[in-house]
């Protein structure tokens, strides 16, 4: 394995939130394990999509391997809220899903951001082995965080600033 991998095997606990008023959030995926915290810097949309991305990619596990029971919905608010220390390892340039049948583990995995002009070979990777109850718990709570953002315009489906909206949409008039 290469000098930059991390591997978190098996997390105990997984999720994402967001820090700061909606319009100036930063969104986190942190996880746990023994007294382990690694936590990453996403983008929102990442979050939302591996939130559209997990429904695919379950069904299609459930679609291979039908003897599988079904993974849980379930997850409790106030375990999902991310918990200090919030220091970021790195920015997430992509996030992948693999999965390990034979052990029944998905593998989320989340490559680093680089600057321009570094030489790829150097991104960190880390990759968090989780069960698939903790990834649909942390799609469903992901899904949750980014609705508590701005309103979205039902015309033009952008957010909306709180001193007012521009809509193309609406011939550019504020509402």
Request: net charge negative; aromatic share 6%; hydrophobic share 35%.
């Amino acid at each position: 394995m290469p000098q930059n991998d991390i591997n978190i095997d098996p997390v105990a606990h997984i999720t994402t939130d967001a820090i700061g008023e909606p319009g100036n959030r930063v969104f986190y995926i942190q996880s746990r394990q023994a007294d382990q915290v690694t936590t990453l810097i996403v983008e929102k949309l990442q979050i939302q999509t591996l939130s559209i991305g997990t429904e695919r990619f379950l069904a299609e596990i459930s679609e291979r391997y039908p003897g599988l029971p079904q993974a849980s919905e379930e997850y409790e608010e106030d375990q999902m809220r991310i918990h200090p220390p919030v220091d970021p390892l790195f920015r997430v340039s992509e996030l992948g899903l693999a999965y390990d049948n034979e052990r029944d583990k998905v593998i989320l995995i989340a490559r680093e951001m680089l600057g321009e002009g570094a030489d790829p070979e150097e991104a960190r990777l880390v990759r968090f082995w989780i069960t698939r109850s903790q990834l649909m718990a942390l799609s469903r709570w992901g899904v949750e965080v980014i609705a508590r953002g701005r309103p979205i315009c039902p015309y033009c489906g952008e957010p909306e600033e709180p001193e007012g909206h521009f809509c193309l949409k609406k011939n550019g008039h504020k509402h």
